[in-house]
């Protein structure tokens, strides 16, 4: 769409692609075929859980239904994550031939992007965009002159629930419920949009998908590491002179990361959003990658000038927001971890408490219904326990007096 | 309400219905719609989905609670929405904040008396390498400085 000729770098996702090319090669392709593929490059869900792709979808093209559907989950409200944005307004080709090349392996014919609605922006050149598809015949009935091969894209808007990311929480909203995430199983590869069949991807694996098909799981394999192949894109924000959103191979070291967006004077990098993990620098040397720190993409530098206590607290706001109520870990939950940081704040607390608070977080992780309430004590309990020092004994072990 | 703007409305929303589609899954879209034009979903407006749509209005009312971009009373004319978020704090939010707060004369979370802007916070726009930013209606601003932003809010009608 716009810039255009402002070429991103990168090994995997901002390789060179040309509109359609994926699409004509899956003409002579079967289902297996690409699905063999995928399994072969081993791609995972790029949204953060690292649900492996091709199972997925082998899931969702096994499920008996006479309607099935592909939903994009553009929903992408993870503080620190615009990845997404960018493939949305730079890689629209690529991400929507990924949706048809879903369509077909799976067997459906009916594709819904879930746009965030903070994005609503990029609403009406994503609507020229498929326009332009359908002229090109790339979507529509029997696409490229491929007898049955029908597949259109329509895009739904989001209305502000960052808990909508998750994806039975996300299929409630398109039904027109409050977003709330369902019991699982079962999954929504059998039980998914209006109760049918639905595989729901993250906008990056969707552009993975459409790269694979085109140059090989072999070729995708040869980046990252043995357990997390390909590459990852990573919203890079906070204090670094060059922010920005940079494709890197899975396994890249915290510091070659630090010194390529040229950072200085880093006390703390925050890897995964607010519901993502607090690295110190001890721990520098720590990979990007699923087996180590894993991330949708959201990289947030702090220096040394930052207080990490006031971060905590960020967080923590932001989770009390969002948590959407329904089961007790995370309604309750979040709001007792915020208190515990307020208390903190104004010197108020007991190391004991602080201690039930590190408690009460393991259990909101075991006991919350969905991804959110699993994750969001994962910066309270970092950031405590990497940042103890700063936290509890500056001042000269005086705090608290 | 006049027994006309009434009817008018329900006008406006039958047509809605026949737009998205006669069913559940369409209320969204629905009543974004209607948020958009009139920057709230009144009760009257509530009522009248959920008869074309056959569920029972609480369940209008649930979903419209629900998402931040919803609401049941009326707002200005213009939302103002301010990213809230660590990288956006940590690059001046908050004299951002404050200088349209002074140049509005209301806080965040009010109205202005002419009713012309709302302001409001937000969790991250998806903006954090150009922070800070904020939405003014669906428009994104980003590398906000306190003179910047009030000048953008001034050149809004």
């Given at each position: 769409m716009e810039n255009k000729d402002k070429m991103r770098q990168g090994p995997v996702i901002f390789s060179e692609y040309k509109q359609g090319e994926a699409i004509k090669k899956i003409l002579t392709m079967s289902r297996e075929d690409i699905l063999f593929e995928l399994r072969e490059s081993k791609l995972k869900g790029r949204g953060g859980a690292g649900f492996p792709t091709a199972t997925k979808w082998m899931l969702t093209a096994a499920a008996k239904s006479d309607k099935k559907y592909v939903i994009c989950n553009a929903d992408e409200g993870e503080p620190g994550t615009f990845k997404d944005r960018v493939l949305l307004q730079e890689y629209t080709e690529l991400l929507f031939d990924g949706m048809v090349i879903?369509?077909?392996?799976?067997?459906?014919?009916?594709?819904?992007?879930?746009?965030?609605?903070?994005?609503?922006y990029m609403y009406n050149d994503l609507l020229k965009f498929l326009d332009e598809m359908r002229s090109l015949n790339l979507l529509g009935k029997n696409i490229l002159g491929k007898e049955g091969f029908d597949f259109d894209i329509t895009i739904r808007l989001g209305a502000g629930a960052y808990v909508c990311g998750e994806e039975t929480a996300l299929i409630e909203s398109l039904e027109?419920?409050?977003?709330?995430?369902?019991?699982?199983?079962?999954?929504?590869?059998?039980?998914?949009?209006?109760?049918k069949p639905t595989t729901v991807n993250?906008?990056?694996?969707?552009?993975?998908?459409?790269?694979?098909?085109?140059?090989?799981?072999?070729?995708?394999?040869?980046?990252?590491?043995?357990?997390?192949?390909?590459?990852?894109?990573?919203?890079?924000?906070?204090?670094?002179?060059?922010?920005?959103?940079?494709?890197?191979?899975?396994?890249?070291?915290?510091?070659?990361?630090?010194?390529?967006?040229?950072?200085?004077?880093?006390?703390?990098?925050?890897i995964g959003g607010a519901s993502g993990v607090c690295i110190p620098k001890s721990q520098f040397d720590r990979t990007i990658s699923y087996e180590d720190v894993a991330t949708g993409g959201s990289i947030m530098i702090f220096n040394e000038s930052r207080s990490m206590i006031k971060v905590l607290k960020n967080f923590m706001e932001f989770f009390v927001e969002e948590s959407c109520g329904q089961c007790t870990p995370c309604r309750v939950g979040n709001v007792k971890l915020l208190e515990g940081v307020e208390m903190i704040e104004h010197n108020n607390y007991t190391f004991s408490y602080i201690n039930k608070l590190k408690e009460l977080g393991k259990t909101m992780q075991v006991a919350s219904k969905c991804g959110l309430g699993q994750s969001s004590p994962n910066s309270f309990i970092s950031i405590l326990e990497n940042f103890r020092d700063e936290v509890f004994n500056s001042n000269g072990g005086k705090h608290g007096n | 309400m006049l027994v006309l703007e009434k009817n008018s409305l329900t006008e406006e929303i039958e047509k809605l219905v026949e737009k998205h589609g006669n069913n559940r899954s369409?209320?969204?879209?629905?009543?974004q719609e209607i948020q958009q034009k009139h920057s709230y979903v009144s009760d009257f407006a509530q009522q009248e989905v959920a008869r074309l749509l056959d569920i029972h209005p609480v369940e209008v009312f649930s979903v419209i609670s629900f998402y931040a971009f919803l609401n049941s009373s009326p707002k200005g004319r213009n939302i103002v929405r301010l990213c809230q978020t660590i990288t956006c704090d940590m690059h001046g939010k908050e004299a951002v904040a404050k200088a349209i707060e002074r140049e509005l004369g209301v806080k965040f979370g009010e109205t202005t008396k002419d009713k012309k802007f709302t302001l409001e916070y937000v969790n991250c726009l998806g903006m954090c390498d150009q922070g800070p930013a904020m939405l003014v209606n669906d428009k994104v601003y980003s590398k906000l400085t306190p003179e910047k932003a009030v000048e953008i809010l001034n050149q809004i009608k």
């Open positions: 879903a369509g077909y392996v799976v067997g459906s014919n009916e594709g819904i992007v879930y746009l965030r609605g903070e994005y609503q027109g419920h409050r977003g709330e995430a369902r019991n699982r199983p079962p999954f929504p590869v059998n039980t998914g949009f209006m109760g993250n906008v990056e694996t969707l552009c993975a998908a459409a790269q694979i098909t085109v140059k090989g799981g072999i070729w995708f394999r040869e980046h990252g590491t043995d357990k997390s192949t390909g590459s990852k894109l990573l919203s890079v924000s906070g204090d670094c002179n060059k922010p920005g959103v940079y494709e890197l191979p899975f396994g890249t070291k915290i510091t070659e990361l630090l010194e390529i967006v040229d950072a200085k004077n880093t006390k703390a990098v925050q | 369409s209320l969204l879209s629905i009543l």
